[in-house]
């Protein structure tokens, strides 16, 4: 039974899946080496909840106890209470090695242990495990915003077994989300089918096609995608993006994953879609 998380990473995708475990009733180590990040990351999951006490969607005694149920720490030590681990940090997975490296000798053996990555290898990521960790490992790709977004990705490693799909299926479904289950292949299911997607209305906009407006507005209009594609990739972030698109191009080595050079000089510059206010489009601050 998945009672106390630890989740490592307090930042756009920590704070959202941190939210919504204790939102289901479980309580959560929101955990970053920087006490001060952790705590911003708890200060925005307040917010979210303030913001849906205000629009009537929740009450101020269930906020308080939701919050309640998470902790900002900065002791990687906490994950030996845990029952489930799940790693949010920034996607290189060096990083994400050395973090998993660390949690694995502190967590307890019953512990389940999941990466949000959104395009790195499990079993790459699992080589930083010992073996007998192996089967208890997976992919738990959660998309943003996390408590709005209803999909979890489970990606399963060559080692992952049943005994932990079955527990992250359960759990996924008691935090209100539907899985989709892939195979550990480049991408995963929907990076696979979206990278080359962006890329493609990356390349119309850099041969001169149409304008980003009329490019999103095509897919918006003609392809009835709720969101146009320039627009996608400033929201989930140009340099996660092109990020994505490079483990895609390294690992697989098709033409249709390079980063196409509109993307590479935007990230180059500091534009990175709508965090830093500019990317393919403006967003003027408030």
């Not at 209305?201 to 918006?220: K, P, S, V, Y």
């Not at 209009?221 to 895609?248: C, E, K, Q, S, Y």
Request: hydrophobic share 50%.
């Amino acid at each position: 039974m998945i009672r106390h998380c630890f989740v490592a990473g307090a930042g756009l995708m920590g704070h959202g899946i941190a939210q919504i475990l204790a939102t289901a009733g479980r309580t959560v180590d929101l955990y970053e080496p920087d006490l001060a990040r952790a705590e911003a990351g708890r200060a925005r999951i307040a917010g979210n909840l303030d913001r849906a006490v205000a629009k009537g969607r929740l009450d101020a005694t269930a906020r308080q106890e939701i919050l309640d149920r998470i902790a900002a720490t900065d002791r990687i030590t906490a994950a030996a209470e845990a029952d489930l681990v799940v790693e949010a940090i920034f996607e290189d997975e060096d990083a994400k090695r050395a973090l998993w490296a660390s949690i694995d000798g502190l967590a307890p053996g019953r512990a389940i242990f999941a990466t949000n990555t959104s395009s790195i290898s499990i079993d790459r990521l699992a080589e930083a495990l010992a073996p007998a960790r192996r089967p208890s490992f997976c992919g738990m790709h959660f998309f943003s915003p996390v408590p709005v977004m209803p999909l979890v990705e489970l990606i399963r490693g060559t080692a992952t077994d049943d005994a932990t799909t079955d527990a992250v299926c359960a759990l996924a479904a008691d935090l209100g989300k539907r899985v989709i289950v892939s195979a550990d292949r480049p991408g995963f299911i929907v990076n696979r089918i979206l990278m080359p997607l962006l890329a493609e209305a990356m390349r119309a906009l850099e041969e001169g096609i149409g304008t980003a407006e009329d490019i999103d507005t095509g897919a918006r209009v003609g392809l009835n995608h709720p969101m146009g594609p320039l627009a996608l990739a400033d929201f989930i972030g140009l340099d996660v993006v092109l990020g994505i698109m490079r483990v895609l191009h390294a690992d697989l080595g098709e033409e249709r994953f390079r980063p196409p050079r509109v993307l590479e000089d935007l990230v180059a510059s500091g534009k990175l879609g709508q965090k830093s206010g500019t990317g393919f489009f403006s967003y003027p601050r408030a």
